[in-house]
Nanobody
Framework: QVQLVESGGGLVQPGGSLRLSCAVS????????VGWYRQAPGKQRELVAF???????TYVDAVKGRFTISRDNAKNTVYLQMNGLKPEDTAVYYC?????????WGQGTQVTVSS
């Protein structure tokens, strides 16, 4: 099992950047697929970016070219670099780790894009 703790959220102006981090505790982190999801008020949680254990990435169309997911297996950390932020990116961002049928979520970090 793994536990996840997100950090790095905050208030940023449109066009700005943030880097979210997700610290993962537990064994065999490199064997897990990891992802960032977000949930805006009144909306369902949606996938933002996904990174397999083998290094394959997937992005939702709305963030392609602006967001980058990465991982540092030596530090047991997942990152989401967010550039060119827009007001519609405002949401609580969650980190997720999965391996076979096991899934673990973090508690979320708020990202607010506003002038």
């Amino acid at each position: 099992q793994v536990q996840l703790v997100e950090s790095g959220g905050g208030l940023v102006q449109p066009g700005g950047s943030l880097r979210l981090s997700c610290a993962v505790s537990g064994r065999d982190f490199s064997m897990y697929a990891v992802g960032w999801y977000r949930q805006a008020p009144g909306k369902q949680r949606e996938l933002v970016a996904f990174l397999t254990a083998g290094g394959i990435t997937t992005y939702v169309d709305a963030v392609k070219g602006r967001f980058t997911i990465s991982r540092d297996n030596a530090k047991n950390t997942v990152y989401l670099q967010m550039n060119g932020l827009k007001p519609e990116d405002t949401a609580v961002y969650y980190c997720r780790a999965s391996r076979e049928s096991y899934i673990s979520w973090g508690q979320g970090t708020q990202v607010t894009v506003s002038s």
